[in-house]
């Protein structure tokens, strides 16, 4: 009994952990994405805002690079899954004494790395065009062109393992029953082969277009003149950043929850229409495709809240101005520092020395993007907060007083605290 | 009957390397026939099958079917069509393009091939079963829409790889009649692959028995159970009584060998006369059914002691083992009359010579 509950506490804790370490980043930084300040953080909360979407959406350079980032993904996934089909439908084909040889040929992209891929592409047509002359705008220096090519080597190879491992599912004999029937080889290919590799085909395509989109190692050097979305962000990064990569974040994010719940309707479609038969009662065939679809999966309900909060944030988002929180803000500062004359209540308020450091705080806090004051008051404050026994209760009396949210008050009064002692 | 196409199989040789899947088969297979090939596990009956529907070429000799050589002639072009010993229909189509799958690839359009589509699903008894999936249906049923999709094809030669294997036993009676039905109405050439010899003697017209690539015999199933050719035949085919010796008398077509259970007279094969001669090594072979226990009338007699008794229903089995060992099977038809009686009770067994087959030594085929 003592030793199961410990255990479950055990596996409970370790849960929360995982899934922490897991998807803990993942929370912050969409969080980051609504706060309007200029540095990517959750506390101190600033105001709720949807600006950083909008900057994202004026952000030229990042979009230029959005833009090549799927014009080359579209690349890669057409040359990969073709290239991989082909490989896969190879290695069923050659002498099988060859295969080992052959497989360990072909996976070997996977196993260089991204870095050689690239720069090996790059001197590889740099010097194929000196050989035949071309010019500088010509395809051999093209950063597109050679992306997709050099993505292309080693996504092939992942695109190959998924083609392997469904064609190795596959039974030949439905091959030569198709040809015993008087079809031809290309018919074969057509009505049964393919057919079969289909859903293989799809999870190839996402495979390929993932593992595109994110790559940074090879792109970096094969992109030449041109950018894309990782090799934009990694020349941010230099520079400092703001939070709206976090909403690019948050799009991604969502698109992937939408694309996840999608792909799990499908994939429940379709057992369900193998299972068709079992279904008594067509007319509601909707209803139990529902009912099937959401009871057996907790992660899908949990991803369909997350969906529909999404949905609401948006048009939560299209109701709601973040300019009345901000001006809200700043009122609330200046009022704040009003009073720092006339107000009796506070009894920080006569030590007319601490008023500058005061304002500097509160603009800082409220306004600038230096993130640092407002984290570092906070447990200095509490600290020194037990000294006077009196001031919980003032602070709480000019939270409530300052107009707006009780939490600006909350990070205002221990700045009145910390003035105190001194 | 003979309107259909024939097969004919000469000399041919199949080889996968040094191994010899197929040695010298002779086949002359008459059109609209129900020709079954009958052979052990790994004998090379599938391999047969397969160079016929083209998925292979014989090493040596040729195929021909209905006259034309069939050598360079891809599978998609032969007027065969092959059941599959795992049957392979297609999964992801629905039980009617299953069956017009041949006409499909030959470009029929649609309500054609759904109208013979139903057309077969009435001959195969499945009528409105079309719209399932594969996967829907029956093992029986899987087997009939097997051979619906292969006489969609409107081949001259329907070859089946075991088709009945995976049935169950009740299943496989019912089928049997049912394939034979459905030879007899569409009247095309069956070449038909069984390892069960009851299969193969209840449906066909003639048997190929093989052994280890080896044609053994060509005959009606009549001749092949009461005149084997080889020893390997008399003890695949049917259930059989060996006893090895030398031949000590030949007269007319009968010849007596002398066995560990004492002098035994035999007809002589028909294959093996004229090839067996005093002082040979030959066995004699006594279906279970020949062996009577009256003991009287015959000069065959044969002492033995009763080990167990099987009571199967219209029949008994009693099995014994002779003084020297052997094991003697009888089988007599069950008329409510007395039995041989407990384990140990000892008697003498008798056999008519006419219903004995003496044969050359050879080897048995082991059960
Ligand atoms: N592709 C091949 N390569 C090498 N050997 C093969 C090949 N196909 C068949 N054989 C061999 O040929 C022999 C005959 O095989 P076959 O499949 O014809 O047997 P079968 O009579 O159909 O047996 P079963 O009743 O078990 O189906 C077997 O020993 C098998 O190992
Ligand atoms: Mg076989």
């Not at chain 2, 998609?76 to 092959?82: G, Q, S």
């Not at chain 2, 030949?250 to 005093?278: E, F, H, M, P």
């Amino acid at each position: 009994m003592k030793s199961s509950t410990f255990l479950s506490i055990f596996v409970g804790g370790y849960l929360v952990i995982f899934f922490g370490y897991l998807f803990g980043p993942l929370i912050l930084m969409s969080i980051t994405a609504f706060n309007s300040s200029q540095f990517p953080r959750v506390a101190p909360w600033d105001c709720f805002t949807f600006e950083w979407f909008g900057e994202l959406a004026a952000d030229d350079k990042l979009l230029d690079g959005l833009g090549n980032s799927f014009i080359i993904a579209g690349g890669v996934v057409v040359i990969s899954v073709m290239i991989g089909l082909a490989g896969a439908l190879m290695l069923t084909q050659v002498w099988p004494r060859a295969r080992p040889w052959y497989y360990t040929i072909v996976i070997s992209p996977i196993l260089v790395p991204g870095v050689v891929l690239g720069i090996s592409t790059l001197l590889f047509w740099d010097r194929l065009g000196v050989m035949v002359d071309a010019s500088y705008d010509s395809v051999f220096y093209n950063g597109t062109f050679l992306t997709v090519l050099g993505q292309s080597t080693f996504i092939s190879a992942y695109c190959m393992l998924v083609f392997i491992s469904r064609l190795q599912r596959f039974d030949p004999a439905l091959e030569e029953a198709a040809l015993d029937l008087g079809a031809t080889h290309v018919q074969t290919f057509r009505k049964i082969m393919l057919p079969f590799l289909y859903p293989a085909i799809g999870s190839a395509a996402v495979l390929a277009f993932l593992a595109s989109f994110e790559n940074y190692n090879t792109t970096v050097f094969t992109i030449v003149a041109e950018s894309t979305l990782t090799t934009v962000l990694a020349n941010q990064v230099r520079y400092g950043i703001n939070p709206s990569i976090s909403a690019l974040a948050v799009i991604i994010v969502a698109l992937t929850i939408v694309g996840a719940i999608a792909h799990e309707a499908m994939r429940r479609r379709e057992e369900l229409k193998v299972r068709r038969g079992e279904l008594t009662d067509t007319s509601s065939a909707f209803g139990n495709f529902m009912q099937g679809w959401l009871s057996g999966n907790p992660a899908m309900i949990l991803l369909m809240l997350v969906f529909v909060a999404g949905l609401g944030t948006v048009w939560f988002s299209s109701q709601y101005s973040a300019g009345q929180c901000k001006l809200d803000l700043r009122e609330q500062k200046e009022l704040l520092q009003q009073r720092q004359g006339p107000d009796i209540f506070l009894p920080g308020s006569d030590a007319g020395s601490d008023t500058p450091a005061l304002e500097d705080g509160a603009t800082d806090g409220g306004l600038d993007n230096n993130s640092g004051f407002g984290g570092v008051f906070d447990p200095n404050n509490l600290e020194q907060a037990p000294t006077d026994a009196d001031t919980p209760s003032d602070g709480e009396g000019a939270g409530a007083e300052s107009p707006g949210s009780s939490t600006f008050g909350d990070v205002f009064a221990p700045d009145n605290l910390n003035e105190e002692p001194q | 009957m003979s309107a259909g196409v024939g097969v004919d199989l000469k000399d041919v040789w199949i080889r996968f390397g040094e191994f010899v899947a197929v040695r010298e088969a002779n086949v002359a297979i008459e059109g609209g026939e129900f020709f079954s090939f009958l052979g052990p596990s790994g004998c090379g009956k599938t391999t047969i099958l397969r160079a016929v529907s083209g998925f292979l070429d014989p090493s040596e000799g040729t195929i021909s079917i209905g006259g034309a050589n069939m050598a360079g002639i891809g599978p998609n072009k032969r007027p065969t069509a092959l059941i599959f010993q795992n049957l392979a229909l297609f999964p992801l189509m629905t039980v009617w393009e299953n069956i017009a799958f041949a006409m499909e690839v030959q470009g029929a359009g649609k309500k054609e091939r759904r109208r013979r589509a139903d057309e077969l699903l009435e001959l195969i008894a499945l009528p409105g079963q079309g719209e399932k999936m594969v996967s829907e249906l029956s093992g029986g049923q899987r087997q009939r829409v097997a051979i619906a999709r292969a006489l969609c094809a409107q081949p001259d030669v329907l070859l089946l790889d075991e088709p009945l294997s995976a049935l169950d036993l009740k299943l496989r009676q019912h089928m049997r009649s049912e394939l034979r039905a459905i030879q007899r109405q569409v009247g095309i050439t069956f070449i038909y692959i069984t390892h069960d010899q009851g299969e193969a003697l209840t449906m066909s017209d003639h048997v190929a028995v093989m052994k280890a690539g080896v044609i053994e015999q060509i005959s009606d199933g009549q001749t092949i159970y009461d005149d084997p050719s080889t020893a390997f035949v008399a003890s695949f085919v049917g259930e059989n009584n060996a006893f090895a010796g030398k031949v000590s008398a030949i007269s007319k077509n009968q010849a007596t060998i002398d066995t560990s259970v004492g002098k035994l007279r035999g007809r002589i094969a028909t294959a093996a006369r004229g090839t067996i001669n005093k002082g040979d090594e030959a066995m004699i072979f006594v279906r279970p059914e020949a062996v009577s226990m009256s003991g009287t009338g015959t000069s065959n007699k044969i002492k033995a002691r009763v080990r167990t008794e099987e009571f199967e229903g219209a029949v008994y089995n009693v099995f014994l083992n002779t003084e020297s060992g052997e094991a003697v099977k009888l089988s007599a038809v069950n008329q409510g009359g007395a039995r041989a009686g407990s384990p140990g009770t000892e008697m003498t067994l008798s056999f008519n010579a006419a219903q004995a087959v003496v044969l050359p030594r050879g080897e048995l085929a082991s059960e």
